[in-house]
Structure formats: structure tokens, C-alpha cells
């Protein structure tokens, strides 16, 4: 199993950018799928983007596409979520989460580590 801890969450104007992180340590990171989830006031977790293991393929939600970017880098066991053009209902408690299968994120299957969070306020 990794361990997985966010950071780069803070408050942002509408229109602006993030950065996120998640660094893990443990073994074999790089053969592990990651997923970014997140979580409203009030509202379930949701699904926001995936990686394969080494980053040759990305998924995201329809709410995201064209505006966040998810990217990974196996040398320093860390990936990221570029957020732009955010909008007050991007806020939210960001989550990064890294499994085996990266199909399972394609199909609404989530298993494996998950961080403490980072939280990400955008006012309008």
C-alpha cells in the first residue's frame, strides 16, 4: 500500500488557479492508478480526473474537462491537478486516492489509499 498526502488546497477568486499535489511514499508507486475526488458542503464525494500508471492516459468528469489537468511524475512519487477557470462550485476538500486498476475509475470503482485532504475554497 502507498500513503498519500495533498497539499496546495487555499482560497481563489473565480476565474483563478490551483495547483494540487500528492506526494506518496511506500513501494511501487509508479504501478499504481490515482484518482482526485472530491467533496462538497453537503454533497457526496465525486469522481474529478484519473492517471494510469505511468501517464499515458487520463479520464475525466464532464464538469472538469478543458479546465483541470492531471499529470504525474514517478521520479519524485507525485501527482498533480492543475485547476483553471475556477468556479465557485469547484469548492470542495480535494482528495487523492491510488489503486491497481485504473479501468475501475472509468467504471465508478474506487478501492485503495486514500489521503486527509485538501481543502479548496473558491469565492465568487
Known amino acids: 500500500q502507498v500513503q498519500l498526502v495533498e497539499s496546495g488546497g487555499g482560497l481563489v477568486q473565480a476565474g483563478g488557479s490551483l495547483r494540487l499535489s500528492c506526494a506518496a511514499s511506500?513501494?511501487?508507486?509508479?504501478?499504481?492508478?490515482v484518482g482526485w475526488f472530491r467533496q462538497g458542503p453537503g454533497k457526496e464525494r465525486e469522481f474529478v480526473a484519473a492517471?494510469?500508471?505511468?501517464?499515458?492516459?487520463?479520464y475525466y468528469a464532464d464538469s472538469v474537462k478543458g479546465r483541470f489537468t492531471i499529470s504525474r511524475d514517478n521520479a519524485k512519487n507525485t501527482v498533480n491537478l492543475q485547476m483553471n477557470s475556477l468556479k465557485p462550485e469547484d469548492t470542495a476538500v480535494y482528495y487523492c486516492?491510488?489503486?491497481?486498476?485504473?479501468?475501475?475509475?472509468?467504471?465508478?470503482?474506487?478501492?485503495?489509499?486514500w489521503g486527509q485532504g485538501t481543502q479548496v475554497t473558491v469565492s465568487s
Open positions: 486516492n491510488a489503486q491497481w486498476s485504473y479501468r475501475d475509475y472509468e467504471r465508478g470503482r474506487t478501492s485503495g489509499s
Open positions: 511506500g513501494r511501487a508507486f509508479s504501478n499504481y492508478a
Open positions: 492517471i494510469n500508471f505511468n501517464g499515458d492516459s487520463t
